[in-house]
Each structure stands twice: as structure tokens, then as C-alpha cells.
């Protein structure tokens, strides 16, 4: 479990294809300076790390790096399929009990993908607009929570298939929101409040 809230950002540093008796496996090499880096010693073979949205885990453990298996579903599933090296990758610990719940309470199990459709500056943040399928649609509340890439947002507007969010400059500053263009895939999270009440009103 996680809570949205990135504390650094890695770059996919080696990646291998998936084969016949095998997962893929990413290498993700953390940014130091960051509140991840400094906590790297801590990390151990098993951990969960949220990789941009993807609760994947850890398989191997260097000093600044730690290596990853990515299964076929969560490359049909994800924007993982398309990563390529040098991608930055927003990056988040497991949370322990006692931690502060700065954001909301996010699995790591990414519904689908939305696509970046605009960005404009609002003052001193910049709103962000995105398409998603019905399927994603119909979990995406104004003042809602979801989670983009892993980043917990509270959501401004919904209009038909999109729905906008405003990103702080902080927020940019450490994700991987700073690299963002319009026409890109992001992965999404929809509140799992949201999925389980909906799914209570199908079975009623």
C-alpha cells in the first residue's frame, strides 16, 4: 500500500524482453539527493516500490539501483511496454505503519492508461487535462482522488471522457510531471473506494 506521494525519481537504466520462461526485468537507478535515495540501504529483496503508479517488486539490490520483474500483463496493461532507457520514473516505498497519510491510500494496481490531452498555466500551477476510457470514466469524481503515474491528485473537473487536475510546482518539480507532453500515456489509479462501491451497485 501506498500513499501518492513520491519521495524521488529513478531512470530505467537496462532493460531485458521477456522470453519464453521469464518475466521482463527493469533495471531503475535512483536520483540522489532524493528522500528514496538516502533511504536505498533500507530497501530489501521483496520490497514493494511504487514505479510510476506499478507496485512492483524488488528482485535485486545494488547501492543506487534495484532491479524489477515486469509481467506480460503489466506490460498490456501499462505505459511499462513503452518505457525505453533513460525513462524517468516516479518512485515511492511501501507505507509503514505510522507514517503520515499525506495523500490517499493507493494499491499500485493500475486500472489502464489516459492520454495527456492539454496543459495550461493557472497562475502559479499548471492544469492538466486527460482522456480515459469509459471503463476508467466512470470511477472519476470531481474532488475525487486518483493517482497519475503514482502521484496522489485530487480532480478538479470532469467533462465527458476527460477530467483535469492542477499540479503544484513542487509537484512538478519531483515527479516526473516535468517531462510530460501532451499526447503522452500515463498510468492511472482510480480510488478504490470508488471501484469497490460501484462494483457493491452492480451486484445490488
Not at 498490456?76 to 497519510?101: C, F, K, V
Not at 498555466?121 to 493517482?147: D, P, Y
Not at 483535469?164 to 489509479?189: C, K, R, S, Y
Request: aromatic content about 6%.
Amino acid at each position: 500500500m501506498f500513499t501518492g506521494i513520491i519521495t524521488g525519481v529513478g531512470v530505467l537504466r537496462h532493460k531485458e524482453s521477456p522470453g519464453e520462461k521469464r518475466d521482463a526485468r527493469y533495471v531503475i537507478e535512483a536520483a540522489a539527493g532524493t528522500a528514496f535515495w538516502a533511504d536505498m540501504n533500507s530497501i530489501v529483496i521483496g520490497a514493494s516500490i511504487n514505479c510510476s503508479g506499478c507496485c512492483l517488486t524488488v528482485v535485486e539490490h545494488e547501492a543506487n539501483s534495484f532491479s524489477v520483474d515486469v509481467s506480460v500483463e503489466t506490460l498490456g496493461r501499462t505505459t511499462l511496454g513503452s518505457w525505453s532507457i533513460g525513462e524517468t520514473i516516479n518512485l515511492e516505498r511501501a507505507l509503514r505503519i505510522g507514517d503520515e497519510l499525506g495523500g490517499h491510500l493507493v494499491s499500485g494496481h493500475v486500472d489502464g492508461v489516459a492520454k495527456v490531452t492539454d496543459r495550461a498555466q493557472r497562475l502559479g500551477s499548471k492544469c492538466w487535462k486527460f482522456h480515459c476510457t469509459k471503463e476508467i470514466n466512470r470511477f472519476i469524481a470531481q474532488k475525487g482522488s486518483v493517482a497519475i503515474n503514482g502521484v496522489s491528485l485530487t480532480v478538479n473537473e470532469v467533462d465527458g471522457s476527460e477530467f483535469g487536475v492542477n499540479i503544484i510546482p513542487h509537484t512538478e518539480a519531483v515527479t516526473n510531471f516535468n517531462m510530460l507532453a501532451i499526447g503522452d500515456l500515463v498510468n492511472i489509479e482510480v480510488d478504490m473506494l470508488a471501484r469497490y462501491v460501484a462494483r457493491l451497485r452492480e451486484m445490488s
